[in-house]
């Protein structure tokens, strides 16, 4: 039995209306001028969100949605919500080339 690696792939989502699309990102890149996207092999199943900035709403909800290999849709329970988020995929370490 082989041991698997996993790494986290990331984006930054600035929430306009309430929602906001993440590009998955290498994390090492993600925060800096040279950020690098990656397309994944596989569609993650495993995908999370930090609020990083109190925006306007802090008491809500999120939902992700079109999860693929190359990002997904996050979606606040309120439309007035303009937090700062990261959101998190568990993903293979070969992804990252």
Do not use: H
Request: glycine share 8%; hydrophobic share 35%.
């Amino acid at each position: 039995m082989s041991k698997k690696n996993n790494r986290i792939a990331m984006d930054v989502v600035t929430l306009v209306g309430g929602s906001g699309t993440a590009t998955w990102r290498d994390p090492d890149t993600a925060l800096g001028s040279a950020i690098v996207t990656i397309e994944l092999e596989y569609t993650p199943q495993f995908v999370w969100a930090t609020r990083t900035t109190a925006g306007t709403q802090t008491n809500t909800q999120l939902t992700f949605s079109a999860i693929t290999a190359t990002g997904c849709t996050i979606t606040s329970s309120s439309v007035f919500d303009t937090g700062v988020y990261r959101v998190y995929a568990v993903c293979r370490a070969e992804d990252f080339g």
